[in-house]
């Protein structure tokens, strides 16, 4: 019979050949952004419930109920700790019960410019980037990435053109010179068009509100997940918004946003979930999200997003950020 050392060294061996293609088939899906998304998270996956499960939120259940209770917003304060950027938190109220909450910041583009980032090794959360980047005083996610942490969209970060070159954009794009900030609307114009002159940019999907004022998400989903958006209202200024919880879908996401007291004239869904983190620092100001949610639903059931390792340790490959000038 083998001996006990033999059958150690055998299974020792299993073990590495299993690490080893493992490692190998990491490498070839998603690269150095594959290793680190284990190292911080120890991976993602998907697991199912229903609707009701108390793994889910008290927002996210009520969104996944048979009937939907309409949303009001609550009180809105704005508070300007430095001229030119304001920041206010807005409620969201059903049946007078706080269900969800947009933290918001206001931002004048003649005083602040805005620069687009990407860290495609993966090795950066909203704690890494207020690290990297101590001089911003906003720094939001942005646009979507590829399995290898890249642009997935059309993307300008600081005058370098990044992601595809080849891309039917027929959403929005986020652009920025040293002197404005704009949204896009791409139903009247190609993304190569709508970039010339940016120094920082971004296509992103779905476009909430067009230049015609109205909602362009006209599909009805249950993908319920924390959502930025950027937009502009009626004065100019560039207004950055992010859910504290997940109850909206695009759809009554842009609803909610159009008829909300923010004057929005046009506004960009950027990526959602767990990357959708915030960071504000100036002027003895301080708001540091972490976010966590995302899900799909399809019928009675629901598949949450999941990780094993710490839900403040997501990293976000893609950023807007907020600077002086």
């Not at 920041?87 to 049946?95: I, S």
Request: aromatic share 10%; glycine share 8%.
């Amino acid at each position: 019979m083998p001996s006990i050392r033999k059958i150690l060294f055998g299974l020792l061996g299993i073990f590495t050949v299993v690490i080893v293609v493992g490692a190998g088939w990491l490498w070839q899906v998603a690269g150095v952004y594959g290793f680190n998304t284990v190292l911080r998270r120890g991976g993602t996956y998907w697991t199912d419930m229903k609707p009701d499960d108390d793994r889910l939120s008290a927002s996210m259940r009520l969104a996944l109920s048979p009937v939907i209770p309409a949303v009001l917003p609550g009180p809105l304060v704005w508070q300007e700790p430095e001229p030119g950027f304001e920041v206010a938190e807005l409620p969201v109220l059903a049946d007078g019960r706080e269900v969800d909450r947009i933290f918001l910041s206001r931002v004048d583009p003649a005083r602040f410019r805005f620069v687009t980032h990407n860290a495609a090794a993966g090795d950066k959360g909203i704690d890494e980037w207020e690290k990297t980047l101590p001089n911003a005083v906003l720094i939001v996610n942005g646009s979507y990435f590829d399995k290898h942490g890249r642009p997935d969209t059309p993307f300008i970060s600081e005058g370098i053109a990044m992601g595809p070159r080849q891309y039917d954009a027929r959403a929005g794009a986020f652009t920025a010179d040293k002197d404005t900030a704009e949204i896009r609307d791409l139903s009247h114009q190609d993304w190569q068009t709508a970039f010339v002159g940016a120094s920082n940019a971004m296509v992103s999907y779905p476009l909430l509100i067009g230049d015609d004022g109205q909602t362009h998400v006209n599909v009805k989903s249950r993908w319920l997940a924390n959502r930025t958006f950027v937009a502009k209202d009626d004065l100019g200024r560039v207004v950055i918004g992010t859910t504290k919880e997940a109850f909206f879908s695009l759809d009554r996401l842009a609803q909610f946003l159009k008829t909300s007291p923010l004057n929005l004239k046009v506004a960009l869904n950027l990526d959602g979930g767990p990357v959708a983190c915030r960071s504000v620092r100036l002027n003895g100001y301080r708001q540091k999200f972490y976010a966590r949610w995302e899900s799909q639903a399809d019928g009675n059931t629901v598949s949450l997003l999941r990780w094993p390792i710490s839900e403040a340790n997501w990293a976000m490959p893609m950023v807007l950020t907020v600077e002086r000038k």
